[in-house]
């Protein structure tokens, strides 16, 4: 079963650092962008951040702009989201998927709840 798996969230204090991963099963992340998106209690899901298939370009959301740093590693088959000085306000589930769209048709994972709180 073709699936992505997300991990690295956890509890964290603002200003603090979490790397997530999401790690692609039973097919290959090389020929897809893949996008990091989050939900918060109460919030529609909102698109963090992307990163292409081609030419590694990416992009992010205004609000983690200078903290958040995508990237992939093709030959673990992962892409990453490095996740700096964290605010309370970044608390979420985070989910990664296929494509930069938030589209019924990309392959999904599961989330992984990050909490900034002290």
């Known amino acids: 079963q073709v699936m992505l798996v997300e991990s690295g969230g956890g509890l964290v204090q603002p200003g603090g650092s979490l790397r997530l991963s999401c790690t692609a099963s039973h097919f290959t992340l090389d020929y897809y962008a893949i996008g990091w998106f989050r939900q918060a209690p109460g919030k529609e899901r909102e698109g963090v951040s992307c990163?292409?298939?081609?030419?590694?370009?990416?992009y992010y959301a205004d609000s983690v702009k200078g903290r958040f740093t995508i990237s992939r590693d093709n030959a673990k088959n992962t892409v990453y989201l490095q996740m700096n000085s964290l605010k309370p306000e970044d608390t979420a589930v985070y989910l990664c998927a296929t494509g930069c769209d938030d589209s019924d048709y990309a392959i999904w994972g599961q989330g992984t709840q990050v909490t900034v709180s002290s």
């Open positions: 990163i292409s298939s081609s030419d590694g370009s990416t």
